[in-house]
């Protein structure tokens, strides 16, 4: 297998906008990044993926760009992006950009262009088409956000297409001219220094020819995928890109690819496929619940088990793959997987880390994550701000379809605001986020699950994590090593070992709150265990795993 920078990092993902604010407006910003470069310096991680930065009208908190070469206002200037970029180099941290080319923001000029009239030389920038006979949207298309994907434009008389909201007009990749504006952009910031691109739904950007209506349950939207996810000429394109973008820089490229099978992120993110590093995949995050991804319902430690597993196993050797509980769109993941109460939080999600971190592929950490940040108690639809969740009220319960009292717990467990609460820095007010009135609430939580109290104890989360990240810098058993899956039928245990010429690490994890048994192999049983999240002086024989107990034993 080919070595690379990327596959031996470990990258932290920053959401501005809640992350630190760093001029009391209430909403963070790149100063106020910069001055918690040392923090994440401390932590040890090696790149950051930062949520976009580019001028956003914020219809989706900055993914709907109105301009790829400014940044956002309330983010502070392209000096101050300078600035961040110099300073985290100097730390040896590298900082990944945020890619959303999928769509633009309807705001930006291309769009205000390409609306005017049918002859504007934009037109073809975007995705147009007459209505159907009797004047209503071309197909039955549903947006991601909820609603149709397609909305009338009363100057042209026309549809535009939108899989996300209306104001998030997809782009049109098959027009050359706008490929060659995308890469152009690309250049730019790589020249500037940056070094990668996370791309926001890349899967999406191709799109077939015909546009037929998609597969539809009674009262509902069609399905857009088969037309829409991993498209015709999605390969194409990013070949392209990268033969005259990405394979001029030493980039790291991840493609969020919701979706994506075996054989295509094998395409995608193939050992010598030439288009992008690794696929950022949900399979394991994304099981459907009661209400399309709308659920209450706890992920079960077999299903974990055998996807988890599938992706180690085929992908090793061939392509590459990230690591990952949450994200900016996910709820948190010791609150998802793990048990959030006071009794088992720190343990449990420590055992998370554990479970993940010793894996094969490139690890992410969502900002706060490495505090055990936890969802929010929501107590009623004003509490929210996120555009998906507010239109999930609204298509699920206001119109009648589900009763409020069968929907609320499945909209707070699963809403993305659950990860856009501030990140909690201290014990003083607002969790030390920002001087002024923050745009979201801050979880109140803060007082116990703070940064700086995490800081000063060594048996911390964040402790746990700066330790799981050193060890992956030590032990190349963790990057490269063979993934083997143990215990393959016990019920509470995740097990597994990895394997690296004469290395071997043993990985056990109680996925649960009860006490299990488990037997230490006879090999490991001089092991050096190498992280714990118990105190515990002997591993050998059959011992009793505690509840969310987990540790990692290693042998030469
Ligand atoms: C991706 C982003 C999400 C955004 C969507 C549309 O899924 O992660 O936050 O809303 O794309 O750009
Ligand atoms: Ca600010």
Not at 345 to 364: C, D, F, I, N, V
């Amino acid at each position: 297998m080919n070595q690379a920078w990327w596959k031996e990092a470990v990258v932290y993902q920053i959401y501005p906008r809640s992350f630190m604010d760093g001029n009391g407006d209430g909403i963070g910003d790149i100063r106020g990044i910069i001055g918690r470069l040392d923090y994440l310096k401390t932590l040890g991680i090696d790149v950051i993926w930062l949520s976009p930065v580019y001028q956003s009208p914020n219809d989706d908190n900055g993914y709907d760009i109105s301009d790829y070469q400014a940044i956002m206002k309330e983010f502070g200037t392209m000096e101050d992006f300078d600035e961040m970029l110099e300073e985290a180099h100097k730390r040896g941290i590298r900082i990944v950009m945020d890619l959303v080319v999928n769509h633009t923001s309807d705001e930006h000029r291309w769009f205000m262009e390409s609306r005017k009239i049918k002859e504007n030389s934009y037109r073809d920038y975007y995705i147009w088409r007459e209505p159907r006979e009797d004047g209503s949207a071309p197909n039955n298309w549903g947006a991601c956000f909820g609603g149709s994907a397609w909305a009338y434009d009363e100057n042209t008389g026309m549809y535009y297409l939108h899989l996300f909201s209306k104001k998030q007009p997809d782009l049109n990749w098959e027009n050359p001219k706008v490929r060659d504006e995308i890469y152009d952009m690309m250049t730019w910031w790589c020249d500037k220094g940056i070094d990668g691109f996370r791309m926001d739904v890349i899967s999406m950007i191709s799109k077939t020819a015909e546009m037929p209506d998609g597969q539809a349950q009674e009262g509902s939207y069609g399905d857009f995928g088969p037309f829409c996810v991993h498209g015709p000429r999605v390969h194409e394109y990013l070949q392209e890109m990268n033969q005259k973008v990405l394979s001029k820089y030493d980039l790291m490229t991840v493609g969020e690819t919701s979706g994506v099978t075996i054989d295509q992120a094998k395409r995608y993110a193939g050992e010598d496929s030439h288009e992008l590093d690794m696929v950022f995949q949900f399979e394991h995050v994304e099981s459907d619940g009661k209400f399309g991804k709308w659920t209450d319902e706890k992920v079960p430690l077999s299903f974990l088990k055998e996807n988890l597993s599938k992706w180690q196993n085929e992908l090793y050797g061939k392509a590459w793959n990230s690591l990952f509980w949450d994200n900016h769109d996910q709820p948190r993941a010791v609150s998802r997987f793990g048990d959030d109460s006071v009794k088992y939080r720190e343990t449990s999600a420590k055992m998370l880390a554990t479970l993940l971190h010793m894996m094969q592929g490139t690890p992410y950490i969502y900002q706060g994550e490495e505090l055990g940040m936890t969802n929010f108690p929501f107590q009623s639809k004003e509490d929210f701000h996120d555009i998906e969740s507010i239109h999930a009220y609204e298509d699920w319960v206001e119109s009648g379809k589900v009763s409020l009292e069968e929907f609320w717990p499945c909209l707070i467990n699963k809403s993305r605001d659950n990860a856009r609460t501030p990140v909690q820095w201290d014990d003083s007010e607002n969790a030390g986020f920002t001087t002024g009135i923050p745009w979201i609430r801050v979880n109140p939580n803060y007082e116990t699950i703070n940064a700086e109290a995490e800081l000063k104890d060594e048996n911390s989360v964040f402790h746990y994590y700066r330790k799981l990240i050193s060890l992956r810098k030590k032990y190349p058993v963790i990057v490269y090593g063979k993934y083997d899956l143990q215990l393959e039928e016990d019920e509470n245990i995740f097990a597994y070992t990895r394997t690296l010429d004469d290395e071997q690490i043993f990985v056990v994890c109680n996925y649960t709150e009860s006490s299990c048994k488990v037997l230490i192999p006879s090999e490991f049983a001089n092991g050096q265990c190498l992280i714990s999240n118990y105190d515990r002086s002997r591993y050998e024989g059959e011992i009793e795993l505690s509840p969310y107990e987990a540790f990692v034993l290693y042998r030469k």
